[in-house]
């Protein structure tokens, strides 16, 4: 009986797991969870030191570091060069955070929406948007770097 439910049960996860969109959704919390933790110990560790625009540069370069290797192995699993990709990674969410941080402003200055919508709406946007940036340009079926 044990063996049984302990069966369907890997089994469950194991086809939750294989939908490259489901993937990206776990892998997603957990990455924004440690990107969470990680960018507070990275201001304890620095704030003595360096600006908060100086720690929030270096915050966005671990954390996208971060994502692009759990992405990379785990979401799309890709192989290969991963140079060229990282760059089109960092591109790509520095992007994606400037647009996502107009958007905030946007909700809340022009369409006076509550923080709490326009903080969702500024969240959620931006991911969608970054699942077809990373499935398409950063891992997409040609992420070696161009000839010339």
């Known amino acids: 009986m044990v063996d049984n439910v302990t069966k369907k049960w890997w089994l469950s996860l194991r086809v939750f797991w294989e939908a490259e969109s489901r993937r990206y959704l776990a892998i997603g ?35 996208t570091s971060l994502s692009f290797f759990t992405q990379r192995t785990l979401v799309f699993r890709r192989r290969g060069p991963w140079l060229w990709q990282l ?6 969410y520095a992007s994606v955070g400037l647009f996502g941080t107009g958007l905030l402003w946007f909700a809340v200055t022009q369409w006076h929406l509550e923080i ?30 161009p000839e010339g």
């Open 116 to 145: 709490w919508s326009a903080q969702a709406l500024a969240t959620f946007v931006p991911a969608l948007i970054l699942y077809f940036s990373n499935k398409f340009f950063v891992f997409g079926r040609r992420t070696d770097r």
């Open 29 to 63: 919390v957990f990455n924004t969870l440690c990107g969470y933790f990680l960018g507070v110990m990275i201001f304890k560790w620095l704030s003595p030191i360096f600006t908060i625009a100086v720690i929030g540069i270096v915050g966005f370069f671990v954390t």
């Open 87 to 92: 760059g089109k990674s960092y591109l790509s």
